[in-house]
């Protein structure tokens, strides 16, 4: 029984680990979309600054100095597809995609022509990377049961990028819901000419959504490659940053919900890695592929309407175009 | 009758709130507004008349900031000012509410009041101050509405308001109203009209753009008359009359009145039982509609838009099938499980001037000869089987532009480059010429301007006198009281009652559309 539930901590352990650049890349959605810019460079954003982190890393021996980096590499490309598809009134999908592609063939053209690696950048040492911090306390208290155990288990012994990942959450959640930005940007997102009209610029407004979406993205990027792994592999992101817009829809636009369905996201991977090989009593060999498939299907079930409505932004996806 | 342009004689002893003059505007080709020159005098209510596009709209947009004049100059309460945004103009105390309203559908009253004033970086506190703020202003005006509520769960009537409480909540000294009747009752354009008095009492000046003339002579101290993008002429409101205005804005003389004698309607062509339409959501749903429609009548359905007219209207011609009941043309049923669509009607003898002609109506880049056929391309005069041909196709088309008066009559012409009042005539040109024993017309005359829309009423009526069923759906209710013979008033996807043209009068008709009687729940039924 006590094993049974240190397996079960360990995966949620797990989960948290797995499912922070999802949190913070869900968030970075969160505030694009909301404002009313489609966001499928997720992706591209997160991948050039994991790539951009591990680089300057591996240069300066700073991992710190390379979640700088990676956090103004990303700002740069949220402010290319805001040129596009702000200020140029170009396609929000083709402009993002762009993004994406970008980043793919230059994170391995750049990569190999800086460390002659195939594209991967060398190892990361102990001080290029974020490295999990122990908690006060936790291993006096950790063997109380269940709030000592998950105290130590769970919540403690991460690197400070996790925390900042949970923290986004709240931040997000206050700052759309309390203040005089987050009022705008749901504004923007809905009806853009209201907001012109009460005499706020539109374009402004969706430029600071689309670079505080940056800095979340580039903090995500920098995780995967200086914090979670130990380097940049090419196309690391694996197509996490479709899984957090996913999330993102799945939650429904709200910082709450992209956050349940980050950790549900997050968990169902970690629980496939554990089972990855077990054989399960009835079943056999555990089903690690559906497992995986899963947060594909819940997203497809919720856009088709069975779990409750998503209710995008309004003026998502439209360029605002004041002039007739 | 007056120059263009001409100048507003004397009153310069009054102090103007606005003073523009000179003001040009060009859209690509469009010469939108013409060397414009505009007095309004402070604390009046001053109108502005015209046709659709005449200019008004963007002369408008141009003081609140949204478009920037090509040249001209603005003098705020006499002194010059730029005005290159609307945040110049809300700091000028300049307020407008939008024809379309420029609220956050999902927002409360309140977060759409604060939206770009909140005064603040923290919304809970702003919030406080503007609640307060806003229960004075209510107070002072009239202008009740709950502060908590969902502004798309809020009737128009009150949507408007809270524009006007938002621009009022800006400072607004002078508050300009595009066409803000367009999508009110009777009763809620005399409440708005209530506000308006209020506001100048408060010292409030008023611009009121509009195209009604009885809104100009029942609230404004003063008019201006546009005329194709220029500033044709100023009146004091007392000294002039609905003809004189009509001519003014139309540049000829203008019989406002259809001669229209009583009905000798023959048998039943359209009869509607128990029609049903279920909808995603609640709003564009029909419930229960019945009724008959005779040859040789004209029967009007009015309404607030939106409620479910266009629905009706969108079964009736067989784009949308019913989810029950059904309808019967000339004793043909037509329901869920026997459906037809608007080909199979029309061969039924059933034509359909949709509501948005550039929608439904025509293929704005089709030339005016291919626009005038949609639907009857296979009709045998107008080709040989599977070919058209441009000959027949062009003397069909100067015919029936020469019967419609069409103008300029050239069949080549691109469809979207007629005025709006042509673009109507065309739609209807084919219609009527298809000689249809049923004719549904949705909003016939919107967009049209006056001297069209005499042309256009003519024109059913003499349908009517040559045994055509005719179903009019219009949210303007002199038009629907001028052409029917008997009106039914749709409220909420509903039937709520049936007047005939004797018993009409605006006042029984406006309670109607308002739900007053079907739906005693109604947000205004307690006031």
Redesign the interface.
């Given at each position: 029984m006590v094993d049974l539930w240190l397996q079960f901590l360990l995966t949620l352990d797990a989960t948290c680990r797995v499912a922070t650049p999802l949190i913070l890349c869900a968030m970075a959605g969160i505030f694009s979309e909301k404002s009313g810019v489609i966001d499928i460079s997720l992706e591209g954003k997160m991948l050039m600054s994991a790539f951009a982190a591990a680089t300057v890393a591996s240069l300066t021996s700073s991992a710190l100095a390379g979640l700088i980096v990676a956090i103004g590499i990303s700002v740069l490309l949220g402010l290319l597809h805001g040129l596009a598809s702000v200020t140029l009134r170009g396609n929000q999908v083709i402009s993002g995609l762009a993004i994406n592609i970008l980043a793919s063939g230059l994170t391995v053209t750049v990569g190999i022509a800086i460390f002659q690696q195939g594209g991967q950048t060398p190892t990361l040492e102990r001080d290029e990377r974020f490295r999990p911090v122990e908690l006060p306390l936790a291993e006096q208290i950790g063997n109380f049961p269940v709030v000592g155990t998950i105290y130590k288990e769970v919540i403690s012994g991460h690197n400070i990028l996790v925390w900042t990942a949970f923290a986004t959450v709240i931040v997000t959640a206050i700052v759309l819901t309390?203040?005089?930005?987050?009022?705008?940007l749901?504004?923007v997102g809905?009806?853009p000419?209201?907001?012109?009209?009460?005499?706020?610029s539109v374009a402004k407004t969706r430029y600071f959504a689309l670079i505080i979406a940056g800095v979340l993205c580039g903090i995500a990027g920098a995780y995967l490659s200086t914090a979670h792994g130990s380097g940049f592999v090419r196309e690391m992101t694996a197509g996490k940053g479709y899984i957090a817009l996913a999330a993102m829809i799945f939650g429904k636009w709200q910082p709450r919900g992209a956050l349940l369905a980050c950790l549900l996201f997050g968990f169902l991977e970690a629980v496939a890695s554990r089972l990855q090989g077990v054989q399960l009593p009835l079943i056999g060999a555990a089903p690690v592929d559906l497992i995986l498939a899963l947060p594909y299907l819940l997203t497809v079930i919720l856009l088709a309407g069975f779990v409750g409505k998503a209710m995008p932004p309004?003026a998502i996806g439209e360029p605002y175009i004041?002039?007739? | 009758m007056a120059q263009p342009n001409e100048k507003p004689s004397g009153e310069t002893s009054l102090p103007l709130a606005i003073d523009l003059s000179n003001i040009n505007k060009r859209f690509g080709d469009v010469h939108a507004n013409k060397d414009v020159s505009l007095q309004v005098v402070s604390g009046h209510i001053h109108g502005i008349i015209g046709e659709n596009g005449a200019g008004k709209s963007t002369l408008v947009s141009i003081l609140y900031g949204f478009y920037t004049a090509d040249s001209g100059s603005i003098k705020i309460n006499g002194v010059a000012t730029p005005i290159v945004n609307s945040a110049d103009a809300i700091a000028r105390g300049i307020g407008m509410v939008h024809q379309h309203f420029m609220l956050v559908p999902n927002f409360t009253v309140l977060e759409n009041v604060m939206l770009g004033h909140e005064g603040g970086l923290r919304i809970d506190v702003a919030a406080q101050n503007a609640r307060q703020t806003l229960e004075k202003l209510s107070a002072d005006f009239g202008l009740d509405v709950d502060l908590d509520m969902i502004i798309e769960d809020l009737p128009v009537g009150l949507q408007q308001r809270v524009e006007i409480l938002k621009a009022l909540f800006r400072g607004a000294e002078i508050l300009i109203l595009d066409e803000p009747t367009g999508v009110l009752t009777p009763q809620e354009t005399e409440r708005l009209f209530d506000v308006l008095r209020a506001l100048r009492e408060q010292g409030v000046t008023v611009l009121l753009i509009t195209h009604k003339l009885k809104e100009i002579m029942a609230i404004t101290d003063d008019v201006s008359v546009m005329r194709a993008g220029q500033m044709v002429a100023h009146r004091k409101t007392f000294e002039t009359s609905p003809p004189e205005l009509a001519e003014l804005m139309v540049g000829r003389k203008v019989v406002l009145k259809v001669d229209h004698s009583p009905a000798s309607p023959g048998g039943d062509v359209l009869v509607v039982a128990d029609l049903c339409l279920n909808s995603p959501g609640s709003a564009g749903a029909l419930k229960d509609i019945s009724f008959t429609l005779r040859a040789g009548e004209i029967v009007g359905i009015a309404g607030v838009s939106g409620n479910g007219q266009s629905e009706l209207l969108d079964v009736l011609s067989g784009i949308t099938p019913p989810s029950r009941g059904g309808f019967y043309i000339d004793g043909r049923y037509i329901s869920r499980k026997t459906p037809a669509n608007p080909a199979i009607l029309r061969d039924l003898g059933v034509a359909h001037v949709p509501e948005d002609r550039h929608k439904r109506g025509i293929v704005l880049p089709f030339s005016a000869a291919e626009s005038i056929i949609l639907g009857y391309s296979a009709a045998s005069d107008e080709g040989e089987g599977w070919w058209l041909s441009p000959e027949t196709l062009d003397t069909h088309c100067r015919r029936l532009m020469q019967d419609f008066d069409i103008r300029p009559p050239n069949p080549k012409l691109v469809s979207g480059n007629f005025s709006g009042g042509n673009q109507q005539k065309i739609v209807l040109a084919r219609e009527i010429s298809a000689q249809p024993r049923l004719l549904l017309v949705g909003q016939p005359t919107r967009g049209v301007d006056i001297g069209a829309i005499e042309f256009i009423h003519k024109q059913l009526i003499a349908l009517r006198y040559a045994g055509c069923a005719i179903l009019v759906v219009s949210v303007e209710l002199d038009e629907i009281m001028s052409l029917s013979d008997r009106i039914l008033v749709m409220n909420n996807g509903q039937l709520v009652g049936g007047l005939t043209r004797d018993e009409a009068d605006e006042r029984r008709l406006g309670l109607m559309m308002a739900g007053i009687g079907a739906d005693d729940h109604s947000i205004w039924a307690s006031r």
């Amino acid at each position: 029984m006590v094993d049974l539930w240190l397996q079960f901590l360990l995966t949620l352990d797990a989960t948290c680990r797995v499912a922070t650049p999802l949190i913070l890349c869900a968030m970075a959605g969160i505030f694009s979309e909301k404002s009313g810019v489609i966001d499928i460079s997720l992706e591209g954003k997160m991948l050039m600054s994991a790539f951009a982190a591990a680089t300057v890393a591996s240069l300066t021996s700073s991992a710190l100095a390379g979640l700088i980096v990676a956090i103004g590499i990303s700002v740069l490309l949220g402010l290319l597809h805001g040129l596009a598809s702000v200020t140029l009134r170009g396609n929000q999908v083709i402009s993002g995609l762009a993004i994406n592609i970008l980043a793919s063939g230059l994170t391995v053209t750049v990569g190999i022509a800086i460390f002659q690696q195939g594209g991967q950048t060398p190892t990361l040492e102990r001080d290029e990377r974020f490295r999990p911090v122990e908690l006060p306390l936790a291993e006096q208290i950790g063997n109380f049961p269940v709030v000592g155990t998950i105290y130590k288990e769970v919540i403690s012994g991460h690197n400070i990028l996790v925390w900042t990942a949970f923290a986004t959450v709240i931040v997000t959640a206050i700052v759309l819901t309390k203040t005089r930005f987050g009022l705008r940007l749901r504004a923007v997102g809905e009806k853009p000419e209201a907001l012109d009209s009460a005499g706020v610029s539109v374009a402004k407004t969706r430029y600071f959504a689309l670079i505080i979406a940056g800095v979340l993205c580039g903090i995500a990027g920098a995780y995967l490659s200086t914090a979670h792994g130990s380097g940049f592999v090419r196309e690391m992101t694996a197509g996490k940053g479709y899984i957090a817009l996913a999330a993102m829809i799945f939650g429904k636009w709200q910082p709450r919900g992209a956050l349940l369905a980050c950790l549900l996201f997050g968990f169902l991977e970690a629980v496939a890695s554990r089972l990855q090989g077990v054989q399960l009593p009835l079943i056999g060999a555990a089903p690690v592929d559906l497992i995986l498939a899963l947060p594909y299907l819940l997203t497809v079930i919720l856009l088709a309407g069975f779990v409750g409505k998503a209710m995008p932004p309004r003026a998502i996806g439209e360029p605002y175009i004041k002039e007739r | 009758m007056a120059q263009p342009n001409e100048k507003p004689s004397g009153e310069t002893s009054l102090p103007l709130a606005i003073d523009l003059s000179n003001i040009n505007k060009r859209f690509g080709d469009v010469h939108a507004n013409k060397d414009v020159s505009l007095q309004v005098v402070s604390g009046h209510i001053h109108g502005i008349i015209g046709e659709n596009g005449a200019g008004k709209s963007t002369l408008v947009s141009i003081l609140y900031g949204f478009y920037t004049a090509d040249s001209g100059s603005i003098k705020i309460n006499g002194v010059a000012t730029p005005i290159v945004n609307s945040a110049d103009a809300i700091a000028r105390g300049i307020g407008m509410v939008h024809q379309h309203f420029m609220l956050v559908p999902n927002f409360t009253v309140l977060e759409n009041v604060m939206l770009g004033h909140e005064g603040g970086l923290r919304i809970d506190v702003a919030a406080q101050n503007a609640r307060q703020t806003l229960e004075k202003l209510s107070a002072d005006f009239g202008l009740d509405v709950d502060l908590d509520m969902i502004i798309e769960d809020l009737p128009v009537g009150l949507q408007q308001r809270v524009e006007i409480l938002k621009a009022l909540f800006r400072g607004a000294e002078i508050l300009i109203l595009d066409e803000p009747t367009g999508v009110l009752t009777p009763q809620e354009t005399e409440r708005l009209f209530d506000v308006l008095r209020a506001l100048r009492e408060q010292g409030v000046t008023v611009l009121l753009i509009t195209h009604k003339l009885k809104e100009i002579m029942a609230i404004t101290d003063d008019v201006s008359v546009m005329r194709a993008g220029q500033m044709v002429a100023h009146r004091k409101t007392f000294e002039t009359s609905p003809p004189e205005l009509a001519e003014l804005m139309v540049g000829r003389k203008v019989v406002l009145k259809v001669d229209h004698s009583p009905a000798s309607p023959g048998g039943d062509v359209l009869v509607v039982a128990d029609l049903c339409l279920n909808s995603p959501g609640s709003a564009g749903a029909l419930k229960d509609i019945s009724f008959t429609l005779r040859a040789g009548e004209i029967v009007g359905i009015a309404g607030v838009s939106g409620n479910g007219q266009s629905e009706l209207l969108d079964v009736l011609s067989g784009i949308t099938p019913p989810s029950r009941g059904g309808f019967y043309i000339d004793g043909r049923y037509i329901s869920r499980k026997t459906p037809a669509n608007p080909a199979i009607l029309r061969d039924l003898g059933v034509a359909h001037v949709p509501e948005d002609r550039h929608k439904r109506g025509i293929v704005l880049p089709f030339s005016a000869a291919e626009s005038i056929i949609l639907g009857y391309s296979a009709a045998s005069d107008e080709g040989e089987g599977w070919w058209l041909s441009p000959e027949t196709l062009d003397t069909h088309c100067r015919r029936l532009m020469q019967d419609f008066d069409i103008r300029p009559p050239n069949p080549k012409l691109v469809s979207g480059n007629f005025s709006g009042g042509n673009q109507q005539k065309i739609v209807l040109a084919r219609e009527i010429s298809a000689q249809p024993r049923l004719l549904l017309v949705g909003q016939p005359t919107r967009g049209v301007d006056i001297g069209a829309i005499e042309f256009i009423h003519k024109q059913l009526i003499a349908l009517r006198y040559a045994g055509c069923a005719i179903l009019v759906v219009s949210v303007e209710l002199d038009e629907i009281m001028s052409l029917s013979d008997r009106i039914l008033v749709m409220n909420n996807g509903q039937l709520v009652g049936g007047l005939t043209r004797d018993e009409a009068d605006e006042r029984r008709l406006g309670l109607m559309m308002a739900g007053i009687g079907a739906d005693d729940h109604s947000i205004w039924a307690s006031r």
